[in-house]
């Protein structure tokens, strides 16, 4: 079966950027996104399609995908984007997630 | 705006079978996929499965001989049977709507915490 693989967890002081990968065989030929996850609320779509932001998430937040890795990468990262992370893909017709990556802002 | 609420028991017992319901309001599951993903207590997500709104169904493997999807466009819901549960299905439940295959699943429900115990 397809797997997402991402680092668990990822440090990042306020103002700079963060960057979160998520690897799976051929991952650059399908569609990744990125969802986040706040203690005791659901998730939340930031990035889709790769790299494309839903409309209300802030410009720092982008995405890009290629190879075997989709990225993450938050830009002046701030206090709130402290969270739990989430890639996405589609492999045919099923649904794959990445074991999540805890985002701690310090 | 659409928004889906998650509704069933809390509690459900060992061997027994666990259902939910996911109600769409604020518009139309007609042409979405409709998704369930479950979260066991401080772990990641997992995907249980999907019906589209036509009736098709495709299931996570490790789960899909315990595991059914149907939808009632009529009520704009969808509902999910997981059978023989054990203490292991103990999750937050979520469902979720997805525009296409490959697509985002956006929104989610609040999730439903289910517990199995006696």
């Known amino acids: 079966s397809y797997e997402l693989t991402q680092p668990p967890s990822v440090s990042v002081s306020p103002g700079q950027t963060a960057s979160i990968t998520c690897s799976g065989d051929?991952?650059?030929?399908?569609?990744a996104c990125w969802y986040q996850q706040k203690p005791g609320q659901s998730p939340v779509v930031v990035i889709y399609q790769d790299n494309r932001r839903p409309s209300g998430i802030p410009e720092r937040f982008s995405g890009s995908n290629a190879g075997n890795t989709a990225t993450l990468t938050i830009s002046g990262t701030q206090a709130m984007d402290e969270a739990e992370y989430y890639c996405?893909?589609?492999?045919?017709?099923?649904?794959?997630f990445g074991g999540g990556t805890k985002l701690t802002v310090l | 705006q659409v928004q889906l609420q998650e509704s069933g028991p809390g509690l459900v017992k060992p061997s027994e079978t666990l259902s939910l319901t996911c109600t769409v309001s604020g518009g139309s599951i007609s042409g979405y996929y409709c998704g369930w993903i479950r979260q066991p207590p401080g772990k990641g997500l997992e995907w249980i499965g999907y019906?589209?709104?036509?009736?098709?169904?495709n299931y996570n493997p490790s789960l899909k001989s315990r595991v059914t999807i149907s939808v009632d466009t009529s009520k704009n819901q969808f509902s999910l049977r997981l059978s023989s549960v054990t203490a292991a299905d103990t999750a937050m439940y979520y469902c979720?709507?997805?525009?296409?295959?490959?697509?985002?699943?956006?929104?989610w429900g609040q999730g439903t915490l289910v517990t199995v115990s006696s």
């Open positions: 051929k991952l650059g030929d399908k569609y």
């Open positions: 996405q893909a589609w492999d045919s017709s099923t649904v794959v």
């Open positions: 979720a709507t997805a525009g296409s295959i490959g697509y985002r699943f956006d929104p």
């Open positions: 019906i589209y709104y036509s009736g098709s169904t």
